[in-house]
DNA sequence: TATGAATGAGAGTTCATTCAT
DNA sequence: CATGAATGAACTCTCATTCAT
């Protein structure tokens, strides 16, 4: 996944960690900095300079631009996955997993406001033949819907959810709090997000139809 | 709208008419280099060429390349949210019309799968002060939500729906319907997109909690 | 001198006043945009307009944007001239034809500002290989030099001024007069530059040293 | 003066001496490309060509192609008038300094007649709002006014010349430079101009009026 | 290893000129 | 003759990338 060194013997583990650390003060710039301004507008230098490296530098750690975009963005996904995961092994239940998921993610766009924007803007092209940087990107992506699956596939076995692709539902629960926090943004809505979970997950979990009366 | 020529003097009809079939001819050119290669990969010239013209002649009917990308865009929304309200307004009941947009919005999806890369994924970025060219782009996406909106609305008065912020579930609803279109192009899964039509309007309506027993 | 049409045969007498008209009143469009905007940033679309007629009609009257220039240039030279030899004429003596001449052409920049403007700054580049458009020019530059030369000379015939190379003070005559006005422009002179005639014609007469007591 | 680089911290003197060697060498090229071809026609290609580097180079040392253009032109107007005024300070009383001056400037048109091309042709458009980037040009054509004012004046003070305004005699003197070195180059007289010296200062000295019978 | 000056391909855009109508 | 839409070469300027130090 890094970079090679021109050299190929191994890195003493002193260098080893050294180079980790610088790594992430680019990776960590990176992100700032696309966040601020998306991928085109970002130019190599900024970066550099804010994470307080030459450009060249830049150059030793990461292929190119779109490396070190894509490594951003999945560090800042796995970030994500990591903190939903969280959230959800604290839960006593599945349906309240699910409700922390739900929320978890909320926040985590509501604190990464200009990330998200270009989380949600600047993907990977298409699937296209696929520009191998982005691979790391997909799988991200993907164990970020898988996270969702399990949750609903544990829903399911206690029987407390129905019984259909729960790929499909986890897909659509996605969908539903991008959007929502897409649109939040876009019309600048002062109050946070994470007030709309409890609505999500009712949504989600009963529907928008009207409830027979029982 | 349409881009003026220094001259304002009313165009013969004649000319009036040849103008509008270049600029649509230059539209489609534009729909398609941009949704194949992304809003900054696509040059000028690349579209030009597509459209048969000379790189210069773009700028007699646009006023620079943000215009063109955002009379594309507009130009397809505008295309997508006319289909969907056909299709509602063919429906008989609210129910029905919901699921009517649904499936329309996903054939659309479908039809027009390079379109919606970018529909995805370049969007106007954020609300800020807008490079006004957005402003058209921002009208048609709204008029979109207004549609679904009022299709929920609608569903809502004959208690068919339950009462809450039908703004909210249809923000939801169309969050659900682009993230399922992401998902199956990431996956270039071959069957076709509106099969999922019933599950998202199943979905939206009851949930996906376990039914009670009646 | 006029652009020749296609089609060698001559022109009725008619055709060809017709023709004159045209071309004279894309002059003075060309005079009036050239002096507003310079040379470059006239555009020949805004002289065409600006004259009524389509930009393609230009080329119909003159072979291309510098041939327009020169011959706008030529003829606003060629009317100044006239202008000052009118004057000269006017004089008894060659003292006062002096003044006439100095006079006139200070309140010929003074009307024609713009023009001395691009009079000033853009002239025909260098003596070079000579673009032959510059040739009209070149002549009417010199017929104003041979004007001053002139008056010059029936000065010294009547022994009111010294004997010397009259091309030379002709030079520096004019000299003076283009320097003052452009510097009375670049800084924006209220006052007439007319007032300054007295003064002009005092220096070149008796020189700026003072006057040993008699 | 110097085009700042991102990073403000200051170069090492070593740096710095490169740097300015670099930017020297470039606005020689300049020079020279801009006097030959003028502001438009000059190309920053050819002028980064003529100083043997590359395109983007030039950027690094100037703003963009204006400030490169005031740059140059303000280096050697610099120039001249620091040749100007060493000889002025070599005379010994203040009409051999104008003598001085006038020959000096001659020499030093006739030393650069491409510069002087330039110089004569191409000058801030207008006082006007100014593009910033001609503060420094105006000011050094200021310098150059002024200095002549004070040869003027300290000839005033001696009584060697008349008592007038000092600013309309430097530029009566002034133009007559101007123009009859421009005359000389548009007829590309063979002589050399600063053998026009003596007449100049005889003519600005005296005038043109025969003298009276002593 | 780190640097940042240099690079140069490539972008968007303009406009003199042409030519089918 | 007159037109003005179309053209495309040429421009300035940017920035990812390289490489000598």
Redo the contacts between chains.
Sequence with gaps: MIHPTQNNRPLSPRRQREREQRRGEILQAAEAVFAAR?F?EASI?SIA?AAGFGTGTIYLYFQDKEALYAAAFAAKITQMVAEIETRTQQAGDPIAALEGAIRAQLEFHEKHRAFF?IF????????GPGSEEWTTV?ECLTRH?ALLCSV?EA?QKR???????SG??A??????????T??A????MPEPLSE?AA??TD?????????KAA
């Design positions: 998306g085109h230098e300079e924007e949600a803007h600047h993907r990977p092209a298409g699937p997909r819907t609903i829903g029987k407390l959810l129905r019984k259909c692709d499909r539902l897909v659509s629960l996605l969908g539903m709090l991008l959007h929502i897409r649109d943004m876009e019309r600048r709309q609505f999500v949504i989600f979990l009963h529907g928008a139809a009207a409830r």
